[in-house]
T-cell receptor
C-alpha cells in the first residue's frame, strides 16, 4: 500500500525560484492537507482541500498556492521562494467516516538559500 | 482560538520505566482525540485513538477526561524504540480543518 506519496524528498532552491511539491494518495480520501513543520513550531496548516475542486487557506498560506488536480492529487506551489520557507513540508489525507485519522506522506525537506 | 497544549519535554526516562504525559485542549466541543508518534525527521503516524472510556494497546494506555479537557498517554515498560516525539491531536469538528495538533512531547528512553 503506497498511502500518501510526496515528491521530491529533498530540494534546494535559490531565493526567487519557483517549484511545485507533488502529493498523491491512493486511499480514496476526500480531504487532503499541506503542513509545514519548523523546529519548536509544530505542524502548521498551509492549505487544505475538503474535496475535489475545493481548497481553503489554513494558518500560514502566504507565499503558497495549491491545486487539487483530482481526488488523488494535491500540489503545493511556491511561486517565489524565500528563505523563510525553508522547512519540512508534509502532505496528508484524512479518513473520515467517524475515524478522522490523518495519514501523512514522508515529507519534503526544502532549503531556500 | 482552538489550542492543544503539551509539555515539550524532553522527558528522559530509563528503559523499563513507566512514563506518562498529558495534553490539554481548549475547545470543549472537540469530538475525537488521538496520539501520533513522530520519529526524528519522519512523518507523524497514528499511535492510537483515544476513546471516552479509555483504551489500551499493549504497553500504551490512553485516557480522556472531558470535564478537565485533557488527554493522557501512559507507556509501561518503556523500550529504547519508544524514543520519539508524541503529538496530541484533537478533532474539533465543524470543518475539514478541524484537526488541531499539539507541538509534541519529546521522549528519550535511556539504556
Amino acid at each position: 500500500n503506497a498511502g500518501v506519496t510526496q515528491t521530491p524528498k529533498f530540494q534546494v532552491l535559490k531565493t526567487g525560484q519557483s517549484m511545485t511539491l507533488q502529493c498523491a494518495q491512493d486511499m480514496n480520501h476526500n480531504s487532503m492537507y499541506w503542513y509545514r513543520q519548523d523546529p519548536g513550531m509544530g505542524l502548521r496548516l498551509i492549505y487544505y482541500s475538503a474535496s475535489e475542486g475545493t481548497t481553503d487557506k489554513g494558518e500560514v498560506p502566504n507565499g503558497y498556492n495549491v491545486s487539487r488536480l483530482n481526488k488523488r492529487e494535491f500540489s503545493l506551489r511556491l511561486e517565489s521562494a524565500a528563505p523563510s520557507q525553508t522547512s519540512v513540508y508534509f502532505c496528508a489525507s484524512l479518513e473520515t467516516l467517524a475515524k478522522n485519522i490523518q495519514y501523512f506522506g514522508a515529507g519534503t525537506r526544502l532549503s531556500v538559500l | 482560538r482552538k489550542e492543544v497544549e503539551q509539555d515539550p519535554g524532553p522527558f528522559n526516562v530509563p528503559e523499563g520505566a513507566t512514563v506518562a504525559f498529558n495534553c490539554t485542549y481548549s475547545n470543549s466541543a472537540s469530538q475525537s482525540f488521538f496520539w501520533y508518534r513522530q520519529d526524528c525527521r519522519k512523518e507523524p503516524k497514528l499511535l492510537m485513538s483515544v476513546y471516552s472510556s479509555g483504551n489500551e494497546d499493549g504497553r500504551f494506555t490512553a485516557q480522556l477526561n472531558r470535564a478537565s479537557q485533557y488527554i493522557s498517554l501512559l507507556i509501561r515498560d518503556s523500550k529504547l524504540s519508544d524514543s520519539a516525539t508524541y503529538l496530541c491531536v484533537v478533532w474539533g469538528g465543524g470543518g475539514a480543518d478541524g484537526l488541531t495538533f499539539g507541538k509534541g512531547t519529546h521522549l528519550i528512553i535511556q539504556p
